[in-house]
């Protein structure tokens, strides 16, 4: 059942009160009618149209599952990013908190905060002292828009030793480095 045909049944209202009813509990026309209010007839109309449809069984129950399907159908498709990983697990799980290059939330597991942490700090060249309003701009950037701060993330950053800092300046201490084979 498409997610049309499922909102044009429940777009006439004395439908949407019998499926209400029966999400509720209701088991029987007469309880249908209890609980909505409509008249025997109203309640035997809708219900056919229901059945017919099949968003209610012979039981008077109604399909929940034809929701879920005709939610994922409708979903919109979102492309997953290439964030250039080797390893498929440490991609899977930086693409779930970040999306077009912003950090939407921390992940409660510390291994999975540490990749996406990791993530984060290739933002800074290794070698390279920063001052503390740069490093707070690249950080803004980052959490721009999402659940996550900057100065909390630049604090994860000094935690998981991937940044370090001294006398108001900041310097990437830590996480993995890219390394071209220049040889080819």
Do not use: N
Not at 119 to 137: I, K, L, N
Request: glycine residues 8%; charged residues 30%; without cysteine.
């Amino acid at each position: 059942m498409t997610p049309a045909e499922i909102v044009g049944l429940l777009a006439e209202p004395d439908r949407l009160r019998v499926v209400a009813a029966l999400v509720l509990g209701a088991r029987t026309p007469a309880d249908v009618g209890a609980t909505t209010g409509l008249a025997p007839r109203e309640v035997g109309r809708a219900l056919q149209k229901l059945q017919a449809a099949g968003l209610v069984d012979d039981k008077l129950e109604v399909r929940a599952e034809l929701f879920k399907e005709a939610a994922r159908s409708a979903a919109p498709v979102v492309p997953v990013e290439d964030l250039g990983y080797a390893d498929p697990g440490v991609e899977q799980v930086v693409a779930r908190f970040v999306r077009d290059g912003r950090l939407l939330s921390f992940p409660a597991q510390g291994a999975k905060r540490r990749m996406v942490l990791e993530h984060v700090a290739q933002s800074f060249e290794p070698g390279v002292r920063y001052p503390e309003r740069e490093v707070d701009a690249v950080l803004r950037a980052w959490t721009d828009g999402g659940a996550a701060d900057h100065a909390t993330l630049r604090r994860y950053l000094v935690d998981h030793q991937l940044l370090a800092r001294d006398a108001g300046e900041y310097w990437r201490s830590g996480g993995w480095i890219d390394v071209l084979d220049e040889s080819d």
